[in-house]
């Protein structure tokens, strides 16, 4: 009988050595022996389309970012299975990056079949989408597994730039992260355009008021309006961060303390106490906190907002279709 049960253990332990990549928690170099390739393969389709398209590296960045938040990091954003599905939500307007995540699936498909889930695919490309703005190189942990549910119901917590600060905050909170998180998260807008559609009301008929937003800058307005006029095109693009849109740095910061932000959720992190100071701290005359080394630590843990394992995922195929 003990022997028995020795055999027995011994067949557990060694069955857990085999698989028990697939119920890892998440770490960093995750794929280093199951899929050596994988992360040089997501970076070079990134830098691919990023030579094509300037704009990648914060589509990537953004990508990632609206993935999380829905129904945690698990790739339900790529799923495309009819008007139902999540990447078609009201608060996903404007998303794009799918086809550089199916580009690298389908090469690491073809390297590593059915290892690298399309969930890690995103947060790679977002870390490179960062490096190639000049923003920090960091260490991605992986070892996610994609989700089995896409809905576009499941959407309707995404954070909005019309929300209220005391909104916006509750919304990161339910995502376990803090007011901190919000505050270097919203600062990734420092890549990155907006459309005028998201203007409109801040500019033209701001709190139903007729007029704009008051926070705004006088010096600004001009600027914002001739770009963004009434009844203008709706889809002209912006740059989010005024004066330094294609450089990840900390300018947007400094601009949102100057009545600079372009968009009206970053301008309300000077509405609440406790977000104002934490974007003040990044320009103390002493010691200042390094932007650059929150950001890591606020991406890194957002990335691990509602991952999933074995028992709730999978690794697809296809990013777009469910197994």
Do not use: W
Request: aromatic content about 8%.
């Amino acid at each position: 009988m003990i022997k028995m049960r020795t055999v027995m253990l011994f067949m557990i332990l060694l069955f857990e050595l085999i698989f028990g990549f697939s119920n890892a928690q998440l770490q960093v170099g995750f794929y280093n022996e199951v899929c050596p390739e994988a992360e040089s393969i997501v970076t070079g389709f990134v830098k691919d389309a990023a030579n094509s398209n300037p704009q990648i590296p914060a589509i990537m960045l953004r990508l990632h970012f609206h993935d999380c938040f829905v129904e945690g990091c698990d790739g339900s954003i790529l799923i495309d299975n009819g008007q139902d599905s999540e990447r078609f939500a009201f608060g996903h307007q404007g998303v794009q990056g799918y086809d550089v995540v199916e580009n690298a699936k389908a090469k690491l498909e073809s390297v590593c079949p059915g290892v690298v889930s399309c969930a890690d695919i995103v947060s790679m490309a977002a870390r490179d989408g960062v490096a190639f703005s000049g923003g920090p190189s960091y260490q991605v942990e992986t070892g996610r597994k994609d989700g089995l549910v896409s809905n576009i119901n499941l959407a309707d917590r995404m954070p909005d730039v019309k929300d209220s600060i005391q909104l916006l905050k509750q919304k990161f909170i339910e995502k376990g992260l803090n007011d901190k998180d919000l505050v270097v998260l919203s600062a990734a807008h420092t890549i990155g355009t907006t459309a005028c559609f998201f203007m409109e009301d801040r500019l033209y008929n701001f709190a139903n008021t007729g007029g704009p937003d008051p926070r705004i800058n006088p010096s600004f307005l001009p600027e914002l309006t001739h770009t963004c006029p009434k009844n203008g095109d709706i889809m002209v693009r912006l740059p989010m961060d005024h004066g330094s849109g294609e450089t990840f740095d900390n300018q947007i910061l400094q601009n949102i303390r100057s009545g600079f932000a372009v968009l009206e959720s970053d301008a309300k992190l000077m509405d609440d106490p406790t977000t104002k100071g934490i974007v003040d701290s990044y320009f103390g005359a002493l010691n200042p906190v390094t932007f650059e080394e929150d950001f890591v630590n606020s991406i890194v843990r957002m990335g691990r907002i509602g991952t999933k394992d074995d028992s709730n995922g999978n690794i697809r195929r296809v990013c777009k279709a469910f197994n």
